[in-house]
């Protein structure tokens, strides 16, 4: 009756044409790379410069993360110093148990390995002997969490723990509680 063209008619004819054109560019693209050395030469070209690029990237951004790392953990310990430290004995005890249990939970999760430092780093500050803890920590604290802790011992320098943070000298208690990094 009459001679209209129906929409799903031109829909698929449409998605017809398409689809024949990238499957002609593909053949097409495979051809030129199989025959054409200077093609290949080109696409080789290419995919290093790309590498490259992408390289150069990353490492800026990782340099950048470092920086930023750096800065968030000096803040950090200057704001903890400056809250202070309890003085008394069954405060520091008490202080220290929640420190070191608030640590473990944050260190579960990657994205608060700074404030699972932060913990026990503030722990590591009121406990008697640092460098005996500080061998505690090298057997049960994750390294990226560990490493957090040692930067934040090496910025503060007042942590007597031997050459784990290069801190005001040697341990207090004669022990050696260096920390192989």
């Given at each position: 009756m009459s001679s209209s063209v129906r929409p799903a008619t031109?829909?698929?004819?449409?998605?017809?044409?398409?689809?024949?054109?990238?499957?002609?560019?593909?053949?097409?693209?495979?051809?030129?790379?199989?025959?054409d050395p200077e093609f290949r030469k080109?696409?080789?070209?290419?995919?290093?410069?790309?590498?490259?690029?992408?390289?150069?990237?990353?490492k800026e951004e990782a340099e950048a993360q470092g920086a930023k790392q750096k800065r968030l953990i000096r803040e950090a310990v200057t704001e903890a110093i400056e809250e202070g430290f309890p003085t008394n004995v069954e405060e520091k005890e008490a202080y220290?148990?929640?420190?070191?249990?608030h640590g473990e939970v944050l260190c579960q999760n990657e994205s608060t390995h700074i404030e699972a430092g932060l913990c026990f780093y503030k722990a590591l500050k009121v406990y008697p002997q640092p460098g005996d803890l500080i061998t505690i920590?090298?057997?049960?604290?994750?390294?990226?969490?560990?490493?957090?802790?040692?930067?934040m011992v090496a910025f503060d320098g007042s942590i007597p723990v031997g050459g784990f943070g290069g801190g005001s000298g040697s341990d207090?208690?004669?022990?050696?509680?260096?920390?192989?990094?």
């Open positions: 031109i829909a698929l004819a449409t998605l017809g044409a398409l689809t024949t054109g990238c499957l002609a560019y593909a053949v097409y693209f495979d051809h030129k790379r199989r025959t080109n696409l080789k070209r290419e995919s290093k410069r790309i590498a490259k690029v992408a390289k150069e990237e990353a220290f148990m929640n420190e070191v249990g920590y090298d057997k049960t604290v994750p390294k990226p969490v560990l490493d957090i802790v040692a930067e207090a208690g004669g022990s050696t509680g260096a920390v192989d990094d």
